[in-house]
């Protein structure tokens, strides 16, 4: 099973992500997230941990996966974290909690190749089939 | 659906139009509560999120009308202004290079770029209220500017407390830098004039090099759209709306979460127009500095600003009564005939300038807006040429090549961009042919066309 995959989309882009558990699909749809942003492997440089709570009670799992990729998003755009890894270890209709760990990109302005504006809602759903579970998430560049 | 949906389209253009997603959202759109006579789609239309690139929808608050985020984007106006100058071809051709590297380098672009024209919280919140008027009054333009911006270049009812502490963030920054992907600033010669009166009316010649800007409120408007698509999905339950993308999430106009969201909205809109204010005395500068003469002297005048990504509060007639309705414009241009009073008196004659940007390798048109627009589209025409090929799909296409060097020994155009990706994805071939876009907007009768501009240099954010 591929992690993620990005998909086609006429204006904008999208990724296909895919986990065995609805944890691992939310932390594979911040690595396809990331992996929009920059391609390049990144340089040994001190590491960042953060902690990521999302407190957010929804029925929509949906709507905790964006407020979830909009936080790591928001905190890329403030501090100019680039995270490339991601463990989630509390997940539920009242938000999640995460650690995730990546390298300062400022001093890599020039290899970031795409600004990210925003995830969309636009036909988000999360569908659960034997193999697990996938969504597909478009991402207004 | 509650109204029909309408496409502006040739026969070339509709079998590009049905290739994707964009006319079911069309569709989409014309389920939204209040909307007004039909869901429209411009000639550019192509899939978007919620709304199609290039949807217009007009919704009557009377009738329970909702505002709806996703229907103006989350780069909130975003659009193009269009100086003019004294310059022709000729003087130009020597220092177009210079000019162009010059611009590159001034002019902060590129992912989440920041420049020198740094706004402190007091300020922001000036210019969330007064727009680009913060801007010259800071000495980063003229009175003059102003007139020939639309909306003068501030919203009225602009409500700095309904922006949240990130979004404020996220624009203390950007004032004065272009930002990446499709934005950009571009010299042009302008080939071809079609309507000599307007033209004149405008202060466009042939041979002419006039100047193009795009870009939009950045990281403010990002942020203001995503705080209030999410903040608006307790409204649907709240106000029993069902909308067929979650996307497409809105609250009544007269609602106090769709009030909350127009004031925010405006913040972000005069932020765009004080942002593309700063990008031209920017440019300016730079013709200064490369001519040895002042911006006045070189006559780079600006000819007109518009917005296309916007949800505007304006009188049209629906069924021979005068309403007060709130048209979305996504990727969709305002397009005012002459006599509307909106207009400067210098257009009023001529008409609203509707100033469409094609792609990097072809050609960009003024055209001046007509009394179609306000019969037909709720006072709205094309944006741009619309996109035809996705983003990985321009990438792919162009594997293997250098787009710059390609458009320089094909047609003399330099191009500076700040990655090869954004060459590639801002291709000439990843665009539709704009010169079918507006002919089928004149042909329409919503727009008249008045000149065709040719890119002479390019700087890509």
């Known amino acids: 099973m591929k992690p993620f995959e990005i998909i086609e989309h006429t204006a904008d882009i999208?990724?296909?992500a895919r986990g065995v558990t609805l944890m691992e699909l939310f932390e594979n749809s911040a690595r396809g997230m990331f992996s929009l942003i920059t391609k390049e492997a990144v340089k040994p440089q001190p590491e960042i941990r953060k902690e990521i709570h999302i407190d957010k009670s929804s029925d929509k799992f949906e709507e905790i996966l964006v407020a979830w990729l909009s936080e790591l998003l928001y905190i890329f755009n403030k501090e100019k974290v680039f995270f490339n890894s991601f463990k989630i270890s509390n997940l539920n209709n009242k938000g999640l909690k995460a650690d995730v760990s990546g390298f300062n990109a400022g001093p890599r302005?020039?290899?970031?190749?795409?600004?990210?504006?925003?995830?969309?809602?636009?036909?988000?759903r999360i569908e659960e089939a034997v193999d697990g579970f996938s969504c597909v998430i478009i991402f207004d560049v | 659906m509650k109204v029909p949906g309408v496409i502006y389209a040739n026969e070339k253009l509709l079998y590009e139009i049905i290739s994707d997603n964009a006319t079911e959202q069309v569709a989409n759109v014309a389920c939204l509560p209040g909307i007004a006579k039909h869901s429209l789609a411009m000639p550019d239309i192509h899939w978007g999120y919620g709304f199609p690139i290039g949807g217009v929808a007009a919704t009557d608050p009377d009738q329970g009308g909702v505002i709806s985020p996703g229907g103006v984007g989350y780069d909130i106006n975003c659009?193009?202004?269009?100086?003019?100058s004294d310059l022709l071809l000729e003087d130009l051709r020597p220092k177009l290079?210079?000019?162009?590297?010059?611009?590159?380098?001034?002019?902060?672009?590129?992912v989440g770029s920041s420049g020198d024209i740094i706004a402190g919280v007091k300020d922001e919140e000036e210019i969330f209220i007064e727009g680009a008027r913060w801007a010259v009054k800071k000495g980063y333009g003229s009175k003059e500017d102003l007139e020939f911006?639309?909306?003068?270049g501030s919203i009225e009812g602009a409500d700095p407390s309904k922006v949240s502490k990130r979004a404020y963030e996220r624009g203390s920054d950007q004032s004065g830098t272009l930002g990446s992907g499709n934005h950009f600033l571009e010299i042009q010669v302008i080939d071809e004039i079609y309507d000599e009166k307007k033209a004149g009316a405008f202060g466009l010649f042939k041979g002419q090099i006039t100047m193009m800007i795009h870009s939009g409120s950045r990281g403010l408007g990002y942020q203001i759209c995503d705080d209030y698509v999410k903040g608006m999905f307790?409204?649907?339950?709240?106000?029993?709306?069902?909308?067929?993308?979650m996307q497409l999430t809105c609250a009544p106009v007269n609602s106090p979460e769709g009030r909350s969201y127009l004031g925010a909205m405006k913040c972000a809109a005069n932020y765009a127009w004080t942002n593309r204010q700063c990008l031209m005395y920017l440019a300016r500068d730079v013709f200064e500095k490369a001519f040895n003469k002042s911006w006045s002297s070189l006559g780079l005048r600006l000819v007109y600003d518009v917005a296309h990504n916007i949800a505007k509060m304006e009188r049209h007639n629906i069924d021979g009564k005068e309403k007060i309705l709130c048209v979305h414009r996504k990727g969709a241009t305002r397009a005012f005939p002459p006599g509307h009073p909106d207009l400067p008196d210098e257009y009023k004659d001529a008409g609203q300038p509707v100033i469409?940007?094609?792609?990097?390798?072809?050609?960009?048109?003024?055209?001046?807006?007509?009394?179609?627009?306000?019969?037909?589209?709720?006072?709205?025409?094309?944006h741009g040429a619309g996109r035809r090929l996705s983003r990985s799909g321009a990438i792919k296409a162009c594997h293997g090549r250098q787009i710059d060097k390609e458009l320089f020994n094909k047609s003399g155009i330099i191009v500076r961009a700040k990655t090869r990706g954004t060459l590639a994805e801002e291709a000439p071939e990843a665009y539709k042919d704009v010169s079918e876009v507006v002919d089928v907007v004149h042909g329409a009768g919503l727009s008249v066309k008045v000149c065709r501009m040719r890119p002479l240099g390019v700087i890509k954010g």
Request: aromatic share 8%; with cysteine; proline share 4%.
């Open chain 2, 149 to 152: 911006t639309e909306n003068n």
């Open chain 2, 79 to 84: 659009g193009v202004r269009l100086m003019r």
């Open chain 2, 234 to 245: 307790g409204c649907l339950s709240k106000y029993k709306i069902s909308v067929p993308d």
């Open chain 2, 97 to 110: 290079e210079t000019l162009v590297n010059s611009l590159f380098n001034n002019i902060p672009s590129g």
């Open chain 1, 109 to 124: 302005q020039e290899s970031l190749r795409k600004e990210i504006k925003a995830v969309t809602f636009h036909n988000l």
């Open chain 2, 356 to 382: 469409i940007p094609g792609d990097m390798g072809t050609f960009s048109y003024v055209l001046a807006g007509a009394s179609g627009s306000m019969e037909e589209t709720f006072g709205s025409a094309c």
């Open chain 1, 14 to 16: 999208g990724i296909r």
